[in-house]
């Protein structure tokens, strides 16, 4: 006898029944509920089954309880609808769905920690990047280095080339000095020998000396201003070595203004003879002395202290020079008082520079100078200067060339 009332079912719990609630034989469910088994079917389709000789598998295989069926369909849906067909709160947190064939919910797949290395790290790059960087930091770095000592020697480069500049431009402020010196000792003794008309005396022995030696004034002077330029701070030069060269090309240009003065006024003597030394001179020395500051080079710059107390030396002398062959060039031949003071403080200055000169020197230079400033002519031009103090302390009115002295304007000048 086949039927659908002869077919023992196991009965499942559905959802929302308590355990306690079981479903009827015949498919009904409990507490007078509908058909648990078919939806929306009858029993007549359970006799259509039958008579048709199959069955339904999904009808005699062992069911899976509704209840856990809709929840797993609803957390695999992402939510459950009520019967309102609103969404379930409780779906939102329900747990993961259970496998086919399975009471229990899958396991949470557990989250790859997080690393804490940066996407830049090198253990992050391609292979070929790596390849680059290592390839690429040493030449970068060998790069730079390079760069560096390149860079430091074309600083020593350029440092030894302004070094070399300046002593090409010292040597000709040295020469234009000398030049000076020799210029103003003719000077003083031309505005000397010719006091009210100095014109007369441009055809003399004595103006055409003193205008050679103006000509040689003169381009040594265009020598020192060709070579001065682009000694400027920009350039790298020392703020006090461009002070002091400015200084001295600045008063250069007061050489055209004393030869007028002294060609056409009756100019002091003693008036030439300061604007000579202070106005030009000196700054000329000035520069020589402190030309080889900040060049790095203790032997260089001590010889350029030793040049600088050289030319202060040699300035004295020719000052003295330049006093006692203007004396003996005016028409009384008489040293004045005023001159006479002048004369021995140059005499006082020249004994304080020589001795700078001996202390910042060795005894090689001591005794080449002793050599060089000696002989009979030295000699006799310390007697004559030392009788004409005396001969001046004595009687100023006196001619320094009476009594056969021996002293004359030509062979002063020569001999010093």
Do not use: C
């Not at 306690?20 to 009904?28: C, M, P, Q, R």
């Not at 350029?304 to 004396?327: H, K, P, W």
């Amino acid at each position: 006898m086949r039927g659908a009332n002869v077919v023992r079912r196991r009965s499942a719990t559905n959802l929302g029944e308590s355990n306690g609630d079981t479903g009827s034989v015949n498919g009904e469910q409990a507490n007078g509920g509908g058909s648990g088994l078919l939806a929306d079917g009858s029993a007549g389709d359970s006799g259509a089954a039958e008579a048709n000789g199959t069955w339904d598998v999904a009808a005699t295989a062992p069911q899976v309880a509704v209840g856990q069926t809709a929840a797993a369909q609803g957390v695999q849906g992402g939510a459950l609808t009520t019967d309102e067909g609103h969404r379930s709160p409780r779906a939102q947190a329900a747990p993961p769905a259970a496998p086919p064939g399975t009471g229990r919910p899958s396991p949470a797949r557990p989250r790859r920690p997080a690393t804490s290395s940066s996407r830049f790290a090198l253990t992050n790059w391609r292979v070929r990047w790596r390849l680059v960087a290592v390839i690429a930091v040493p030449t970068l770095t060998a790069a730079i280095l390079g760069s560096l000592q390149i860079y430091g020697d074309v600083s020593n480069w350029n440092a030894a080339g302004r070094v070399q500049h300046l002593a090409q431009l010292n040597s000709a402020v040295v020469k234009l000095s000398q030049a000076l010196e020799d210029e103003r000792d003719l000077s003083a003794g031309y505005a000397a020998a010719y006091p009210t008309a100095r014109t007369a005396g441009r055809g003399s022995a004595l103006g055409g000396e003193l205008a050679t030696v103006q000509a040689t004034t003169t381009t040594d002077a265009s020598t020192v201003t060709s070579l001065a330029n682009g000694v400027t701070t920009g350039a790298g030069y020392l703020p006090g070595t461009v002070q002091d060269l400015n200084t001295l090309t600045d008063s250069l240009q007061d050489i055209k203004i004393i030869r007028s003065e002294l060609a056409v006024s009756p100019t002091p003597v003693s008036k030439i003879i300061q604007v000579y030394t202070e106005s030009i001179i000196d700054p000329a020395n000035t520069f020589s002395a402190s030309v080889g500051a900040g060049a790095n080079d203790a032997s260089l710059e001590g010889n350029v202290i030793t040049l600088g107390a050289l030319l202060r030396t040699e300035n004295d002398m020719s000052q003295q020079r330049a006093i006692l062959f203007a004396a003996l060039s005016s028409p009384t031949a008489t040293l004045a008082p005023n001159a006479l003071l002048t004369l021995t403080q140059a005499f006082e200055l020249q004994t304080a520079d020589q001795a700078d000169f001996t202390g910042s020197t060795n005894t090689a230079e001591q005794q080449n100078f002793q050599n060089t400033v000696s002989g009979p002519r030295v000699d006799l031009a310390l007697y004559q200067e030392d009788l004409a103090e005396s001969m001046s302390s004595a009687d100023a009115t006196l001619p320094l060339t009476a009594h056969n002295s021996g002293l004359t304007a030509g062979g002063w000048y020569t001999n010093m």
